[in-house]
């Protein structure tokens, strides 16, 4: 089970954008990494491709360490740790280290 899911909002700690938040999009288990809504814009070179669609510099989101952010619960609205407990209908679900209260 994952600590960061898609569709969490977290909050970079590290790097560039330190403090900013955002909402996961995708998660890639195989390199660590999250790909989150506003956090480590890169700019590319876009051609135009057809009549319609415009060309020229925009940014677009890369990647992030999953080590470089942290969820911010949906209780307490600060950044916490995640731990995992096993509730009485045997499930494991996440919960927040600060508020106690599961996420």
């Known amino acids: 089970m994952n600590k960061i899911r898609k569709g969490d909002i977290v909050q970079a700690i590290k790097g560039k954008d330190r403090g900013k938040k955002g909402k996961v999009v995708q998660v890639i288990t195989a390199t660590k990494r ?3 809504e506003g956090l480590n814009l890169a700019k590319k070179h876009k ?3 057809r009549q319609d669609t415009q060309g020229g510099i925009v940014s677009i989101e ?3 360490a999953l080590a470089n952010i942290m969820l ?3 209780h307490c609205n600060k ?3 995640v731990g995992f407990v096993i509730q009485k209908d045997s499930t494991k679900s996440r919960i927040c280290r600060v508020c106690k209260e599961v996420i």
Do not use: F, S, Y
């Open 34 to 36: 999250a790909l989150v």
């Open 47 to 49: 051609r135009q491709t």
């Open 79 to 81: 950044i916490a740790r």
């Open 62 to 64: 890369m990647p992030i």
């Open 72 to 74: 911010v619960c949906k």
